[in-house]
C-alpha cells in the first residue's frame, strides 16, 4: 500500500513559479512508474507529466511542455513538479499518482493505469 501526499499548491499571478510535491509513505517509490494529473473545476481530470524508473525518460502533456518539469528523489522518496510560466488555464487541482511497474522505460500517460492516488493540492493562477 502507498499513501501519496501532494504540497506546494497556492496562488500565483500568471507568469509565476511553483513546485509541487509528492512525498510517499508505506511503501518505497524506487519501483513505481509516478505520474502528475489535474482536473480543472467542470473538467475531466488530464494527463500532465509522468516519469520512469530511475527518471530517465519522461513525458509531458503539450499544453505544458517546456514550462513544467517532472523529477523524483527516491532516496527522499519524493517526486516533484516544477512550474514555470504559470498560465490561468493552468488553475486546476492536481494529483500525484503511482503505480508499479517492472521495466525502466517504462511510461503511463491514463489516469486508470495508476493505482495509487494523493489527495491533490490547488494551483490557482491569476490574470
Known amino acids: 500500500q502507498v499513501q501519496l501526499v501532494e504540497a506546494g499548491g497556492g496562488m500565483v499571478q500568471a507568469g509565476d513559479s511553483l513546485r509541487l510535491s509528492c512525498a510517499a509513505s508505506?511503501?518505497?517509490?524506487?519501483?513505481?512508474?509516478m505520474g502528475w494529473f489535474r482536473q480543472a473545476p467542470g473538467k475531466e481530470r488530464e494527463f500532465v507529466a509522468a516519469?520512469?524508473?530511475?527518471?530517465?525518460?519522461?513525458r509531458y502533456a503539450d499544453s505544458v511542455k517546456g514550462r513544467f518539469t517532472i523529477s523524483r528523489d527516491d532516496a527522499k522518496n519524493t517526486v516533484y513538479l516544477q512550474m514555470s510560466n504559470l498560465r490561468p488555464e493552468d488553475t486546476a487541482v492536481y494529483y500525484c499518482?503511482?503505480?508499479?511497474?517492472?521495466?525502466?522505460?517504462?511510461?503511463?500517460?491514463?489516469?486508470?493505469?495508476?493505482?495509487?492516488w494523493g489527495q491533490g493540492t490547488q494551483v490557482t493562477v491569476s490574470s
Open positions: 499518482a503511482a503505480q508499479p511497474a517492472s521495466f525502466s522505460s517504462t511510461l503511463y500517460y491514463g489516469r486508470r493505469q495508476y493505482s495509487y
Open positions: 516519469i520512469s524508473l530511475g527518471g530517465d525518460n519522461t
Open positions: 508505506g511503501r518505497t517509490l524506487s519501483r513505481h512508474v
